[in-house]
């Protein structure tokens, strides 16, 4: 069991669409069908700058670029989320190594948590997908926020859930919005992505899970 002194990590926070899951492919797919249907064509320039984005934030960008007719925004949006569901469940992927990973977290003793932009409906559907949820003690949605990442609120409700201290706490991101999310909460960074990241924010670079050294956390 870990020591609970100090600024000792106790408890690891993951954020989810890339960190657990492999879901870019997904969001894009579904985007795409969703919004290609009210007559917006969308670019991979701009949809790079949406990939951070709640979906809610997405929608209205998209709105904002090219207005539609006949559905609501609160529609569409909704529309995306049950088409990114129905496509977890049927192709959804878990990121290399990560139930191993949380594994050995758990038998080590540290609380885990999981703190993500996606809507709250899709946390369990990723979850139980990839059979992961018996391992997270809590987790949140930015849609409970004001905002979302890179504002920190999402990482401290979580936190604040586990009744853990930020300082005490080290999130995995792969993103620099979702590292400076949790840099503004407080806390120590992983970032894991398999292409070659330049985040100076983050505590810890990974290509992939089994490259990190859980030891180091103590």
Same mark, same amino acid.
């Given at each position: 069991?870990?020591? !609970?002194?100090?600024?000792? @990590? #106790?408890?690891?926070?993951?954020?989810?669409?890339?960190?657990? +899951?492999?879901? $870019? *492919?997904?969001?894009?797919?579904?985007?795409?069908?969703?919004?290609?249907?009210?007559?917006?064509?969308?670019?991979?320039?701009?949809?790079?700058?949406?990939?951070?984005?709640?979906?809610?934030?997405?929608?209205?960008?998209?709105?904002?670029?090219?207005?539609?007719?006949? !559905?609501?925004?609160?529609? @569409? #949006?909704?529309?995306?989320?049950?088409?990114?569901?129905?496509? +977890?469940?049927? $192709? *959804?992927?878990?990121?290399?190594g990560i139930e191993i990973f949380i594994k050995n977290l758990k038998s080590k003793g540290f609380k885990i948590g999981l703190a993500t932009n996606?809507?709250?409906?899709?946390?369990?559907?990723?979850?139980?997908?990839?059979?992961?949820?018996?391992?997270?003690?809590?987790?949140?949605?930015?849609?409970?926020?004001?905002?979302?990442?890179?504002?920190?609120?999402?990482?401290?409700?979580?936190?604040?859930?586990?009744?853990?201290?930020?300082?005490?706490?080290?999130?995995?991101?792969?993103?620099?919005?979702?590292?400076?999310?949790?840099?503004?909460?407080?806390?120590?960074?992983?970032?894991?992505?398999?292409?070659?990241?330049?985040?100076?924010?983050?505590?810890?670079?990974?290509?992939?899970?089994?490259?990190?050294?859980i030891s180091l956390l103590n």
């Amino acid at each position: 069991m870990i020591q !609970k002194k100090g600024n000792n @990590i #106790e408890t690891i926070i993951f954020d989810m669409d890339g960190v657990i +899951i492999d879901s $870019e *492919g997904i969001w894009k797919k579904a985007e795409k069908e969703v919004f290609s249907s009210v007559g917006v064509k969308l670019s991979d320039e701009l949809c790079r700058i949406t990939e951070t984005m709640t979906t809610e934030e997405v929608t209205k960008f998209w709105f904002d670029k090219q207005p539609w007719e006949k !559905k609501s925004l609160k529609e @569409i #949006e909704n529309d995306v989320i049950k088409r990114v569901a129905h496509l +977890i469940k049927e $192709e *959804g992927k878990p990121i290399n190594g990560i139930e191993i990973f949380i594994k050995n977290l758990k038998s080590k003793g540290f609380k885990i948590g999981l703190a993500t932009n996606s809507p709250s409906i899709l946390i369990p559907t990723v979850l139980e997908k990839l059979k992961l949820k018996k391992y997270f003690d809590a987790t949140s949605s930015a849609e409970n926020e004001l905002e979302g990442k890179p504002n920190p609120s999402v990482y401290l409700t979580v936190a604040n859930k586990l009744n853990t201290k930020p300082e005490n706490c080290i999130a995995v991101e792969d993103s620099y919005s979702g590292l400076l999310a949790a840099k503004r909460a407080g806390m120590k960074t992983i970032v894991v992505s398999e292409e070659i990241v330049d985040y100076e924010i983050a505590d810890y670079k990974i290509n992939y899970y089994g490259q990190f050294d859980i030891s180091l956390l103590n």
